[in-house]
């Protein structure tokens, strides 16, 4: 996303409105975790430091640590060391990083579906299956990782399942650990923050705007709650399928081309709580 270079002046109370709202969840989570507003502040120190090097160019040029420090409000002695610091930040989980693109070929190429397009269950060895087989599956995306050990993974995050006849069950149709704070966590980050800088974009002017857009409802009682997450569900499947199977096509016409340095996030979300007078949130 390009950022402006321009810092404004004026700060609007309905964006520091939404910021407060945006954050508690957020804070709720973290204190869950023991994570007290010192610890935070002192990671979104570090972030502030980091977009403000990254996004606001001056002449063309990157900004120096004095202008890092006039624009992010972070000491000029502490900008250079964060600085270094972003630079040894460690990578995602292995696990998620070749997960995520395992899930979306099983989930998008035609040799790993059935007829409704929804992942077959797959005989967990070559020998078993042959080219229709996670062995092979997994072979597809990386030959670097042994298919064995992605499947005992998996089967501790609860990603997918074996039945009685060896085979190798998808439970989403998206990498969604069931357990795991690690691989959970890397999700958090990524799929909140790819929202979150599509909301931004929009906000400030950015072309063409991103699609952003949510249904909402209230008043309803739980079963109706529990209908309306059945179908979003469904559907949401039945989309992510869909944008799966055109990104695989299009990923492999683009092979070779040096302009396919592009990523792009589709996602969906579902979200219901008790809004009673005596359970309401400030909102």
């Known amino acids: 996303m390009d950022m402006p270079a321009r810092v404004s002046l004026i700060v609007p109370p309905a ?3 939404a910021v407060q709202r945006l954050l508690r969840p957020l804070a709720r989570l973290l204190m869950a975790y023991g994570v007290n507003y010192v610890a935070f502040s002192n990671l979104a120190k570090g972030v502030f430091v980091e977009v403000a090097a990254r996004d606001f160019h001056f002449d063309g040029n990157l900004a120096t640590d004095s202008q890092v420090n006039l624009i992010s409000g972070v000491h000029r002695r502490e900008v250079k060391r964060l600085r270094e610091e972003i630079l040894r930040q460690a990578p995602p989980p292995a696990v998620v990083s070749l997960g995520a693109q395992v899930v979306s070929r099983w989930c998008a190429d035609h040799a790993f579906l059935d007829h409704q397009h929804r992942p077959l269950p797959l005989p967990r060895q070559a020998s078993q299956g042959g080219d229709v087989s996670f062995e092979r599956l997994v072979e597809s995306v990386s030959k670097d990782i042994r298919a064995r050990a992605v499947l005992d993974e998996w089967l501790r995050l609860g990603v997918v399942t074996l039945d009685a ?3 190798v069950h998808l439970v989403e149709h998206a990498f969604i650990p069931a357990r ?5 966590s890397f999700y958090l980050g ?8 599509a909301a931004a974009h929009n906000l400030l002017d950015g072309q063409p705007p991103f699609l952003e857009r949510s249904a909402y409802c209230d008043g309803l009682s739980p079963e109706s709650v529990e209908k309306l997450r059945l179908l979003a569900r469904e559907r949401a499947v039945n989309a992510m399928q869909e944008i799966n199977l055109r990104a695989l096509e299009l990923q492999e016409a683009d092979q070779g081309r040096a302009d396919a340095s592009q990523r792009m996030t589709f996602g969906v979300y579902y979200y219901a709580e008790d809004v009673s007078p005596e359970r309401k949130e400030a909102r």
């Open 15 to 17: 964006l520091m409105q």
């Open 180 to 184: 795991g704070v690690e691989e959970k």
């Open 190 to 197: 990524k799929n909140i923050g790819d929202h979150l800088a």
């Open 165 to 167: 006849e060896d085979r």
